[in-house]
């Protein structure tokens, strides 16, 4: 069972920079697609990046360009680089991971591992 555990999230200004880290329990994320949701109160569960095993990038449009997905190997971790941060960026940030077909790469229920979240807050 692969458990991910999230950790980076605090409270932020506008137009700070953060980094939300996804540290997993096995070396065989590497085999997984991993990739970033969030949810903000009272709404959907939205995607925000991924990195496929084959390791194509994917970017939500609205927030391209201000996105940088990666990983490290040696220490079994996503990062998730979120700059100029906005108050619509205030969510639930989560970690997920999964053997995911191409076409549900954005799509929430296609992970079948999940981490608990961790809270992104911006202030104005």
């Known amino acids: 069972q692969l458990q991910l555990v999230e950790s980076g999230g605090g409270l932020a200004q506008t137009g700070d920079s953060l980094t939300l880290s996804c540290a997993t329990s096995q070396g065989s994320f590497r085999q997984k697609d991993m990739a970033w949701f969030r949810q903000a109160p009272g709404k959907e569960r939205e995607f925000v990046a991924a990195r496929r095993r084959d390791g194509h990038l994917y970017y939500e449009d609205s927030m391209k360009g201000r996105l940088t997905i990666s990983r490290d190997n040696a220490k079994n971790t996503m990062y998730l680089q979120i700059n100029s941060l906005k108050p619509d960026d205030t969510a639930v940030y989560f970690c997920?991971?999964?053997?995911?077909?191409?076409?549900?790469?954005?799509?929430?229920?296609?992970?079948?591992?999940w981490g608990q979240g961790t809270q992104v807050t911006v202030s104005s």
């Open positions: 997920a991971a999964g053997v995911v077909i191409l076409s549900r790469t954005r799509d929430a229920s296609g992970y079948a591992y």
